[in-house]
C-alpha cells in the first residue's frame, strides 16, 4: 500500500509540473538538428552490442534472461521458469555483470547481482551489452554491462499495444501499453501480469529408481506497472518514470527432496523505481540532470520438516529493506573539429534494513568520470577516459580505459581496448550476520581486447561479422570460504585469469517481398583460478564452476508479405559444479530448438511458438530440472 500511494502522489506531482510547463514554446527543428548532429559524430568501436529492433519484438513477452539466453554472448545461470536467473559475462560471475536503467544501477546493494527473470522486455525501449572498455564510465562491471533505456517519444498520436499469451502449464501473460505523444507532452503507462502453474513433466534422474514426474510447488504470479511522463521545453526534455513490480514466487525442492513434503520456500519482492530526468540541449552539446529513488523490499522464507511435521529441521525469514538515491549529472560538448569532451559526476547512497545484519547499513559514493572522443587521424577512432571513485570517505583510485578503433578500406575494421576497473563487495559481503567481513577490499580486474569486423552494405544485403579475443585478470576476487565456526566467511582469496574468443554475426538480405535475417553468437571462453590459494586446493589452472567454456545462439527469420517463420538454436556446453573430479559433478552440454510461426492481420497479429520442440532434458543448474517441449499462442493489437 505504500509503495501504491508513493506512486499516485508521484503521478500527480508530474502531472502538475507538466501543465505548469505546458504554454512553454519551442523551436522543435533546432532541438532536432542538434541531438542528430552528437549522434551521427558517436564513436562505434567493437564493445558494444545494441539488440536489434525485431529481436526486441519477436521477445517482448519474454523475460531479459530468456532474451539474453537467445540473442546475446552472456551465458545464464537459470533454475527454471519462475526461478532466479543470474549472468556470466566473459567467465565472470553474477555479481561482475552491471545493469543499467536509463544510467542508474539495479544491482541489488545486499547480494550485487540482478535476477533478470524478474525484468520483461516489454519495459524496455533498448537494450544493449558492452564490455571492456565499453563499461568505463561506471564501477562494478568487471565482465561487462546490460544497458536497458526508455526512449523519448513525440508527435505518433495515440498509443494502444495489446498483447496476450498462453501457454502450457496454465502460463498466462498479459501486457499493455497505452498513451498518447502530442508534440510536446508524451504519457504513456505500461503494465503487465505473468503467471504460471509451472507444473511441467521431468525425468528425475536422482530417484532410485529414476521417474517421470511433475514438478511441485513452482507456481509463479509476477505484475507491474510503469507510467512515464516527457514534455519538450524551449530547449529540453523533461522526463519522469516509475517502475512499480511485484513477484511472488514459491520455490520448488530440487530432484533428490521431492519426497519431503513438508517443505515451505518462498520469495515475496516488490520495487519500486523512480527517476526525473533533465536534457539539456544547445548548439554543440548536452547536459542531462537525473534523479532517482529506489525502494525495493526482499522476502525469502524457508521452513522444512521432517517426515513427522512437528520436528522442524530449518527455519529461515530473511527480510532486507533497501533505499538507494542516485544523483546524476551528465556533460558532452563538441570540442573542436571531431573532438568531444564527456564527463559525468554521480552520487549515491545505499540503505539498507536487513534481519541479516546487526543494525541498519549505508554507503555513500562519489564518483567522477570524464573522457575525450574524437579522430587522430581519419577511418581512426580513439577514447581516452579515466575514472576517479570516493566509497565512505576513502579514495578507490584513478581507473583509466583506451580504446582504439580503425576503419580499414573495403569494410574492414579493428577496435583495440585497455580497461582498468573494480567492484567494491556487496553489503552482504561486508555485513552478513554471522560471516561479514568489513576487512574486504575491491575485487581490481585490468582486461585487454582485439576485435576485427567485416561489414557489408550492398543491393538489399547487409551482413556485420565480428571476431575477437580478450584476456583478463581480476585480484582480490572474493569467495566464500569455510571455517571452523560452522559458517562461511568471504575472503580476498583468488586472482582470476578469464581469457576466450568472442564471435557475432548479423545477416539481412531484402529481396521483393521476401526479408532474412540471421544472427548469432559463439563464445569459447576459459576461467581460471590462479591463486595460491587454488594450487593448495589443487584446483589451480580448471575452469570455474558453473562457466561454460563453449556457448553460442542462433536466430534465423524469414519474413513473406505478412507471414513470417523464426528459428532458435541454443548450445550450451559442458559445466562443473564442484572441483572433485566426479562425472556426478559435471552438467553435460545440451542443444535446445525453439520455432515461431506469425501472421499479421491488418492491425491484429497472432504467432504460435513451440519451445525445446525435440523435448530434451537437460540441467541448467545441478538438481533443477528444465521444461521440455511446451506450447505458446500470442495475441496483439497495435494501432
Known sequence: MTLRLRTSWLLVLMLWALLSQAQDTITLNAVNVTAEGIQKEELRPLVMKKMDSLVLETKSTSTLSELLIQHSPVFIKTYGPGGISTASFRGTTASHTLVLWNGFQLNAPTLGQVDFSTIPVFLADDIDLKWGSGTSNNSGGLGGSVNIDSKNTFGKGLILDLKQTYGSFNTWGSFVTVGYC????????????????????????????????KQQNADF??????????????????????????????LPPIMPNVGNKNTEEWTRDSFSRNFLTYKLFWDGGKLQLKSAAFVENQRYYLEVHTLNPDVLITHINSENKALVLHQIADLEQRLYATWK????????????????????????????????????VEQADLSVTARYDIVDGKS???????TFSYHFPKGFGMTLGYSHNYRNPSLNDLYWYPGGNPDLLPENGRTVDLAFNY?????????????????????????????????????NVALVFARGIENHIDFNYTHNDWKYSLSGNYVFTFTTDESENAQSYGNLGKQLIYIPRHHGNLFANIRWTTWDLSY??????????????????????YVLHHVALGKQFGKFRCELRCNNFTDKDYQNVLWRPMPGRSFEIMLNYRN
Open 396 to 402: 578507490m583510485g584513478v581507473f583509466p580505459t583506451a
Open 182 to 213: 502530442g508534440k510536446k507532452v508524451s504519457f504513456r503507462v505500461k503494465a503487465y501480469r505473468n503467471s504460471s502453474d509451472n507444473d511441467f513433466e521431468y525425468y528425475n534422474s536422482a530417484l532410485l529408481p529414476p521417474k517421470t514426474m
Open 221 to 250: 504470479v509476477d505484475y507491474g506497472v510503469m507510467p512515464e511522463v516527457s514534455v519538450m521545453l524551449r530547449h529540453g526534455i523533461l522526463s519522469l518514470s516509475s517502475w512499480n513490480q511485484w513477484n511472488n514466487r514459491n
Open 455 to 491: 561489414n557489408l552494405d550492398c543491393q538489399g544485403l547487409k551482413l556485420d561479422f565480428r571476431t575477437g579475443a580478450y584476456a583478463s585478470k581480476v585480484k582480490n576476487w572474493i569467495q566464500w570460504v569455510p571455517t571452523s565456526y560452522r559458517y562461511w566467511v568471504p575472503q
Open 568 to 589: 532458435t538454436l541454443e548450445v550450451t556446453g559442458l559445466r562443473n559444479t564442484s572441483y572433485a573430479d566426479f562425472y556426478a559433478y559435471d552438467l553435460p552440454s
Open 341 to 376: 569532451l564527456k564527463a559525468k559526476l554521480q552520487w549515491d547512497r545505499e540503505r539498507v534494513n536487513s534481519n541479516n545484519y546487526q543494525d541498519i547499513k549505508r554507503r555513500d559514493m562519489l564518483s567522477s568520470y570524464v573522457a575525450v572522443e574524437g579522430h587522430p
